[in-house]
């Protein structure tokens, strides 16, 4: 029999079939549903219940998951249901922009209300390897938080509804760069011949000492002051020059570092040549 808080999970695509498979093996009774019907016969082998309508899951259980194709879809759920959601709490983990985690705060009917973002795969979800980003009322998150801490590690951002979609698009530029970065890598070592493998071990430690300047950027921009101490952005710019030359003349794309050059240039012509890279914020800064 299941014991703790009883959970709807809504959306039954791979994400959505781990939440729930996460809840049901930790024992809280689990209802579920989909738009789609025929996705929940594993779920309902290993002890979930099927609801036949959103209204019916949101019944069921205390704290409703919903993880759906897109913002739109959770809306228009949302308002079906009308004042339903009442002495629940909602936890939408679909992707979606700040501004519409914050929308969804607005609706009618919703009371407690927690936006997330999960930061991984559905294979990890119920692992350890799983972080899952949470904003909303603090008193929400606290009371349900051994709840949230069933599909992994659950950190609580702040108040404000959109900082777990803020937070989520800051990870994933992060992980484009580097991946990307890696990417053009691996074409240029191609040219001599060197495996992708081979170029791992290398990558790997250079990523970790890129990380360790993260702090001391973080400092200068919090204070707006970018000292060149360790190089400045015109000795960037210039081997961002040697990167696209040695790119094109091995037959390689030159997009990327071309890109990248194109950003510092734009800094130099600015007056920023003698600062630290870190200056390189204020033309992020700006739309």
């Excluded at 809504?10 to 079939?17: D, E, F, N, P, T």
């Excluded at 919903?66 to 739109?72: E, G, K, L």
């Amino acid at each position: 029999m299941g014991v703790g808080k009883p959970v709807a999970v809504v959306g039954l695509g791979l994400m959505g079939q781990a939440l729930a498979g996460a809840f049901v093996r930790a024992g809280y009774p689990t209802t579920v549903w989909n738009r789609t019907p025929g996705k929940a016969g594993r779920l309902v082998a290993e002890g979930a219940a099927v609801a036949d309508s959103f209204e019916q899951a949101v019944a069921a259980a205390s704290v409703v998951v919903v993880c759906v194709a897109d913002h739109d879809v959770v809306r228009g759920l949302l308002r079906s249901v009308g004042g339903g959601l009442e002495g629940k709490v909602l936890v939408n983990l679909t992707s979606a922009t700040s501004a519409q985690m914050r929308e969804i705060s607005g609706l009618r009917g919703v009371g407690g209300y927690l936006a997330g973002a999960i930061m991984g795969m559905p294979q990890g979800i119920g692992t350890a390897e799983s972080l899952t980003l949470y904003s909303g009322p603090r008193s929400v998150f606290e009371v349900h938080e051994e709840v949230l801490r069933v599909l992994g590690e659950a950190v609580y951002l702040g108040a404000d509804h959109g900082l777990s979609s803020l937070y989520a698009g800051a990870g994933v530029s992060l992980m484009w760069s580097v991946l990307n970065g890696f990417l053009q890598g691996v074409a240029l070592l191609e040219a001599a011949g060197v495996r992708a493998s081979a170029f791992v071990p290398f990558a790997r430690q250079n990523i970790a000492t890129t990380a360790d300047w993260l702090a001391g950027y973080a400092e200068q921009i919090d204070e707006g002051a970018y000292p060149g101490v360790d190089a400045t952005i015109d000795s960037h710019a210039a081997a961002m020059g040697y990167l696209i030359r040695e790119s094109e003349a091995n037959g390689v794309n030159a997009e990327l570092p071309r890109f990248v050059r194109g950003l510092a240039e734009r800094a130099v012509a600015e007056g920023r040549g003698r600062d630290g890279y870190a200056a390189m914020i204020e033309l992020f800064r700006r739309p």
